[in-house]
């Protein structure tokens, strides 16, 4: 069980990267109070919370409501995870979140883009239904994974009310290293996800 939680808490934290939103959290906050700044943060991950714990709970039905299994969804959501990755490691991700944010409404940016597609995007989503629709565990499967959303927001909000104070130690080099690092787990999650799909298919022993 404890393994499980590992394995869900890494993988959610290597997608949704909240070291590597930093930068982009400044961004949309800047010129805002303190006070300004807590609450959006706290509405950004309150909001994203919402939407992957959904998918976590309705994921797998939904799927079975189209006709698509598990073993499918898995190869198809380890390939989603492998281009995040390659997106982290060339910097491609940064590229785009910086052309989101500056196309954001200033007013206040902690639903669009901040919860979505910062935090709960497309691959933070299919990591949800994967890790809650694993059979081996069922039910423990969905708690385990919400569990391990809430404590990946948990550290995002974190970062984001420590924002300038961390900006200052990290620096843009630092949070970029930090990111490719995370980038090349991240890669080798999404094969494992692929390996498991196939095993599922009956395509590997």
Same mark, same amino acid.
């Given at each position: 069980m404890t393994d499980a939680f590992i394995t869900a808490f890494v993988t959610l934290f290597l997608i949704i990267?909240? /070291?590597g939103l930093l930068p982009m959290f400044i961004a949309l906050t800047s010129g805002t109070t303190s006070s300004e700044r =807590?609450?959006?943060?706290? @509405?950004?991950t309150g909001v994203s919370f919402f939407i992957l714990a959904l998918f976590a709970l309705v994921g797998e039905n939904l799927l079975s409501a189209v006709g698509i299994g598990m073993p499918a969804f898995r190869i198809a959501?380890?390939?989603? &995870?492998f281009l995040t990755a390659v997106d982290m490691l060339f910097e491609r991700r940064s590229a785009r979140r910086d052309k989101q944010s500056e196309e954001a409404e200033r007013i206040d940016p902690s639903v669009f883009?901040?919860? $979505?597609?910062?935090?709960? %995007?497309?691959?933070?989503?299919?990591?949800? /239904? +994967?890790?809650? %629709?694993q059979d081996d565990h069922g039910i423990n499967a969905i708690i385990l994974t919400i569990s391990a959303v809430i404590c990946v +927001? /948990?550290?995002?909000l974190v970062l984001f009310l420590s924002s300038n104070l961390l900006e @200052? &130690?990290? %620096?843009? $080099? %630092? /949070?970029?290293?930090?990111? =490719?690092?995370?980038?090349?787990l991240l890669a080798a999650l999404a094969v494992q996800f692929v390996v498991d799909g196939m095993r599922g298919l009956g395509a590997l022993a």
């Open positions: 990267d909240p /070291i =807590r609450g959006i943060a706290l @509405r950004a959501g380890g390939m989603l &995870l883009p901040m919860a $979505t597609p910062l935090i709960a %995007g497309p691959g933070s989503i299919a990591a949800a /239904i +994967l890790l809650a %629709g +927001l /948990i550290v995002a @200052r &130690l990290l %620096g843009k $080099t %630092g /949070i970029n290293v930090i990111t =490719r690092l995370l980038g090349m």
